[in-house]
């Protein structure tokens, strides 16, 4: 079965730090791996997306994050974050190969940036 | 700049009131998905269709929930009757399934969701 978990239910940040989400998944096949930011009040807005090829993978807003297959994990990371950057995060995995396009969400991350 | 539509946006109704949300996926999209958000349970899929077929609603209640593709434009999720329990963030999401070719392959791109509240 896939599963996502992001350990942390809060991240704390001081404005100008590095931040990361992390994320770890469980998958029988080659995982597609995604990154959502819910902003409130808002839907999920699509930030990146691992499927295959380097392992760095760069997205919007100047979030990147690093797939390493044998740690099972897929952290969110940002080298400064921004006030604006306070959002829920959401880490999500598919299962390349698999029968359906569903997407297996976890339980998202509250990212605080303090000024 | 292409994006999912929902309508309404928010809708307060009284417990045993049908409830009928809308959501418009973005053109050219073969896979549309139904999510429910509360605090206590996050995000649930409750529906899945890929070229309008569907293909998995475990995820919904099955004698009050009822979510259909009329037509390529136009995905519904429907609540008769409601009850208080439903409340909750309804968001739709559309996507190019991984058997379509594409940079947007398997990314899902969601709506902004409807607030419903059942008294």
């Known amino acids: 079965a896939q599963s996502v978990a992001q350990p942390e239910d809060q991240v704390n940040v001081a404005e100008g730090n590095p931040l990361t989400v992390k994320c770890t998944y469980s998958?029988?096949?080659?995982?597609?791996l995604f990154w959502y930011v819910q902003y409130p009040n808002r839907g999920l807005q699509f930030l990146l997306k691992y499927i295959t090829g380097d392992n760095l993978v760069k997205g919007s807003y100047g979030f990147e994050a690093e797939f390493n297959k044998s740690q099972t994990s897929f952290h969110l990371k940002k080298p400064s974050a921004l006030v604006s950057d306070s959002a829920l995060y959401f880490c999500a995995v598919m299962n390349y190969g698999g029968a359906t396009n569903k997407l297996i969400f976890g339980t998202g991350t509250l990212l605080a940036v303090q000024p | 700049d292409a994006r999912v539509t929902q309508t309404p946006r928010h809708k307060v109704t009284e417990m045993g009131q049908e409830v009928t949300m809308r959501c418009q996926p973005i053109?050219?999209?073969?896979?549309v998905f139904w999510y429910r958000q509360t605090m206590m349970q996050g995000l649930e899929l409750l529906a899945y269709?890929?070229?309008?077929?569907?293909?998995?609603d475990s995820g919904m209640p099955k004698d009050r929930f009822s979510a259909e593709m009329p037509d390529a434009t136009l995905a519904t999720l429907k609540i008769q009757p409601s009850e208080p329990r439903d409340s909750a963030v309804y968001f739709c999401?559309?996507?190019?399934?991984?058997?379509?070719?594409?940079?947007?392959?398997?990314?899902?791109?969601f709506g902004p969701g409807t607030r419903l509240l059942v008294l």
């Open positions: 053109l050219g999209h073969n896979t």
């Open positions: 999401a559309s996507g190019l399934g991984l058997g379509r070719a594409g940079k947007g392959q398997g990314t899902q791109y």
């Open positions: 269709f890929r070229n309008r077929a569907p293909l998995d």
């Open positions: 998958v029988s096949g080659n995982p597609y």
